[in-house]
């Protein structure tokens, strides 16, 4: 099973993001008068998340259970046994998010798909309300001129392929992320 928590990544992108900044263009806090200009056409300014980290409501919505929920069952797995039940709620508040980006600046927007919100089962019946919402989310982003990347998979894998098969460990999953995607 992926035990990479998604906040470590989120994290290391951060701290990465930072050491260049650091390396690139003197030290933190200096004015260099870095603008947009400063970086070459076609330059995409976004900010970034997971499903798992932000969407809460793991359990509602007819989303079925992925590897963290099974993971989290473990008390003592997380800093105040968090869960996934709210997080920051981007399921019921993605236009002040996505409203925040545009104040931000940025001109792109990278979240992943929840396998289990559209496939509780991993394959086979779709849920409807886990559709639906991508496509409010993503027609809120293209209404505000934020540009969709989006990510098929960030670590929560549907717990029923895991029980199945041992998920990424079995070649059959390349079938199964192509009917995903
Ligand atoms: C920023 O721009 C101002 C005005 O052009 C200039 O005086 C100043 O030296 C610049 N600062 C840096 C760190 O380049
Ligand atoms: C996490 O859950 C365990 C088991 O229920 C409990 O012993 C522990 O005190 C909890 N930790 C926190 C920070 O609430
Ligand atoms: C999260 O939701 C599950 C399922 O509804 C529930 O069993 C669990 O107690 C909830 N955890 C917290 C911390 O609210």
Redesign the pocket.
Known sequence: METTPPLLVLLLHGLLGLSMALSVHGKVGENTNLTRESFPPGFVFGTASSAYQVEGNANKYGRGPCIWDTFLMH??TT???ATANVTVDEYHRYMDDVDNMVRVGFDAYRFSISWSRIFPSGVGKINKDGVDYYHRLIDYMLANKITPYVVLHHFDLPQVLQDQYNGWLSPRIVYVLCSLA
Request: glycine share 20%; proline share 40%.
């Open positions: 008390p003592g800093p105040d046994n």
